[in-house]
């Protein structure tokens, strides 16, 4: 393997682990009430749609046009809400714990938390594959940056790695909430991560040059999209319900704040040539 590929696979599991270390900070604590757990998803989904809009989407438009960028985008949302036609989901009737604990006892009530656990877990899997697919194009990036000098990719992947911790809790926080497991949140959180040695092996060998940056754009607007309608859809109703809907619409501007802060960041970390 050529050595500039190997120091931007070593750079880009810096980065791209860093989500470990959001999950090492779950996994220290208890699971959190439904509370706290809905100012959570709020704020995760306050990271997502920051991804999703201000992030992919934007890049999307600047670089192929504003009609062709949002064609890709609101492809993928249509894309995946013919898709979510086919998801089976749990639903859950907001302040319905104590009513069913009344009327059915401690059956009613566990009936009901396993209820809250899957649909929790659901938006778990969810925020792992989007800010996986987030993920990909960073790889890309600290590949391109170790190319143009080991300095570049190395403060790349540093900025990548700061900006990749909040992701791992967003990750985390929701799957060891549903499985009461250290282990799985800290799996899962890690293996979004790897989305970025994965991004450097593709465009090394699979994408070397004959790739569009068109079609490229066009899918990573695409895959906003997707982002976007899965965290309208499933993340923001249970931060509504969970936190009531002043504290979650809180949590999200602070998570949109976060990560606009996170992304801007990055920008100045690259050349000026450069960009994620």
Do not use: C
Request: hydrophobic fraction near 55%.
């Amino acid at each position: 393997m050529d050595s500039q590929v190997l120091v931007a696979l070593a750079l880009s599991l810096v980065g791209g682990l860093s989500t470990s270390i959001g999950a090492f900070f779950v996994i220290l604590n208890q699971a959190p009430n439904l509370k706290m757990l809905g100012l959570l998803q709020g704020f995760a989904a306050g990271l997502m749609l920051s991804i999703s809009f201000l992030d992919l989407a934007h890049n999307a438009m600047n670089s192929i046009g504003f009609l062709k960028g949002n064609l890709w985008f609101f492809g993928g949302v249509v894309f995946f809400a013919i898709v979510a036609r086919f998801i089976p989901e749990p639903t859950v009737i907001p302040g319905s714990d104590s009513k069913s604990k009344k009327t059915n006892g401690d059956d009613g009530g566990k009936d009901i938390m396993k209820k809250h656990r899957r649909q929790v877990f659901f938006s778990g899997i969810i925020t792992a594959i989007g800010i996986s697919l987030h993920n990909f194009p960073e790889g890309m990036a600290v590949f391109l940056g170790s190319m143009k000098g080991l300095r570049v990719g190395l403060n790349l992947a540093l900025a990548i790695a700061l900006h990749n911790i909040p992701e791992g809790v967003a990750v985390a926080l929701p799957i060891y909430f549903a499985t009461q497991s250290k282990w799985q949140a800290f799996k899962l959180a890690t293996l979004s991560g790897f989305a970025e040695p994965l991004g450097v092996i593709l465009v090394a060998y699979l994408f070397p040059s004959s790739l569009s940056p068109e079609i490229l754009e066009g899918l990573l607007g695409s895959v906003g999209g997707v982002m976007a309608f899965l965290t309208l859809h499933e993340m923001l109703p249970l931060a509504f319900d969970y936190a009531g809907q002043k504290q979650a619409v809180k949590a999200v501007f602070l998570g949109m704040a976060f990560m606009s802060a996170s992304l801007y960041f990055l920008e100045i970390s690259l050349p000026e040539e450069m960009s994620l």
